[in-house]
């Protein structure tokens, strides 16, 4: 087996199934990012040892890992790893500016985008480590 994804050079098409993880867990994010605040009851401890962030990192972790696995199942993982970096940056902290500005009883938060950019290169040291491929 080779350690990277792209070696066989064959071209395919896109296999659009491998998207339907990544974009049904994306919609999940934006689901609980949308969720007003006065239904969010937090507990003390929650906010002393700041689960919150914990949650944020894993969410898009989960989301990072999944995108990859899909660009390396399409054999597009060399193309694109970078826009993909990019674009699960910009959403990270889209969804934590529209929790500022458009969602009710929500507040940005910058600690909030830094754990949900750590989630993104989580999940990409998780794919290069479970998946063996470094390119």
């Known amino acids: ?5 792209n070696a066989s050079g ?5 296999p659009w199934r491998h998207v339907l993880i990544p974009l049904t ?3 999940l994010i934006l689901g609980l990012h949308a969720i007003p605040g006065s239904d969010i009851h937090l507990r003390d401890w929650t ?8 949650i944020h ?3 898009f972790g989960f989301l990072s890992f999944s ?3 899909a660009l390396g199942k399409a054999g597009n993982i060399r193309k694109y ?5 990019l674009g699960l940056s910009i959403y990270g902290v889209s969804l934590e500016l529209a929790q500022g500005l458009w969602f009710f009883q929500r507040d940005a938060s910058v600690l909030d985008m830094g754990a949900d950019l750590l989630g993104v ?3 990409r040291i998780a794919f290069r480590l479970i998946y063996g491929c470094w390119n």
């Open 1 to 5: 087996m080779p350690k990277d994804l």
């Open 67 to 69: 995108v990859f696995v």
């Open 121 to 123: 290169l989580l999940g």
């Open 57 to 59: 990192a894993a969410m």
């Open 47 to 54: 906010l002393v040892f700041h689960v919150d962030k914990l």
């Open 10 to 14: 064959l071209e395919r098409a896109f």
């Open 81 to 85: 790893k970078a826009f993909a970096i």
């Open 25 to 27: 867990w994306a919609l």
